[in-house]
């Protein structure tokens, strides 16, 4: 378990949801915003849906490999550069589990024994971090004309014209 100033209060991850900048992974999904400038580390809080298990006991037990990753790694204490802003800093970040792939996420580690499905889901989460940072590299090199580019999908350009 984290310290308590390391966790986000129940408050800030209603904020997270609501406001907070989305990004979808296969199986987990992280809502972020970027930290006081007084607050020099991340808060993270991870919730664990009903969706994945009625009982409680196996929702912490995947919280509690979520959360030894988190540590292992020392996110909490790391610092990012999101694309918005270009800045470095700390975050608030809210992990839980991508509602749409619940049922594929518990089919590949079902049949797995515990050392196992902790490895399979460290894996996921470092395959979720990676493909953020490259999604964020990516973002980052397109040129500026790019950045502000007209959807080509808009509504204007899709409209038939009856001639």
């Avoid at 499905?117 to 500026?144: D, M, N, P, W, Y």
């Amino acid at each position: 378990m984290f310290q308590k100033k390391l966790r986000l209060k129940t408050k800030e991850v209603r904020f997270l949801t609501r406001k907070g900048i989305r990004y979808y992974g296969r199986y987990f999904s992280f809502h972020s915003f970027p930290q006081y400038p007084n607050i020099l580390h991340n808060q993270i809080s991870c919730h664990i849906s009903i969706k994945y298990d009625k009982r409680a006991v196996h929702r912490n037990k995947l919280k509690k490999i979520i959360i030894n990753y988190i540590q292992e790694e020392d996110i909490t204490t790391k610092q990012r550069t999101v694309w918005w802003t270009w800045k470095t800093g700390y975050y608030k970040i809210f992990i839980g589990l991508n509602k749409q792939n619940i049922e594929h996420f518990k089919t590949k580690i079902k049949d797995l024994n515990k050392k196992e499905q902790r490895k399979t889901i460290q894996q996921f989460l470092a395959q979720h971090f990676v493909e953020r940072e490259h999604k964020l590299l990516s973002f980052q090199s397109k040129t500026a004309h790019d950045k502000h580019s007209k959807n080509p999908h808009s509504y204007k350009k899709n409209i038939q014209r009856k001639d």
